[in-house]
């Protein structure tokens, strides 16, 4: 198993920068592949980005494309979201998320992560 816990949140105006960041304890953390999702107010939670277990590959919604980087320092047991860009409608509270699964492909379906933080609000101010 895996424990994540996210941090970096908070309130930034339009236009902003945040880092987000999921620190992991427990199993290996570059065994799994790590992805952001998030969920808005009265909204469903949805997919942000995702990352292979090297960090070599990534994805991300269109949405953020651009704006959104993910990352993560295997050495450091981390997972990073730098958000640039920031637009009201990116509020929300960011979740990190681990799949333990083997093969390379990088899911985007919540249901395919079995291991969840508790999660970060970001709140962006027009």
């Known amino acids: 198993q895996v424990q994540l816990v996210e941090s970096g949140g908070g309130l930034v105006q339009a236009g902003g920068s945040l880092r987000l960041a999921c620190a992991a304890s427990?199993?290996?953390?570059?065994?799994?592949?790590m992805a952001w999702f998030r969920q808005a107010p009265g909204k469903a939670r949805e997919f942000v980005a995702v990352?292979?277990?090297?960090?070599?590959?990534?994805n991300s919604q269109d949405s953020v494309k651009g704006r959104f980087t993910i990352s993560r320092d295997n050495a450091k047991n981390m997972l990073y979201l730098q958000m640039s860009s920031l637009k009201p409608e990116d509020t929300a509270v960011y979740y990190c998320?681990?799949?333990?699964?083997?093969?390379?492909?990088?899911?985007?379906?919540?249901?395919?992560?079995?291991?969840w933080g508790q999660g970060t609000l970001v709140t962006v101010s027009s």
């Open positions: 990352i292979s277990r090297s960090g070599v590959n990534t």
């Open positions: 427990g199993r290996t953390f570059s065994l799994y592949k």
């Open positions: 998320a681990a799949d333990g699964s083997g093969g390379f492909s990088l899911r985007i379906q919540i249901n395919e992560y079995a291991y």
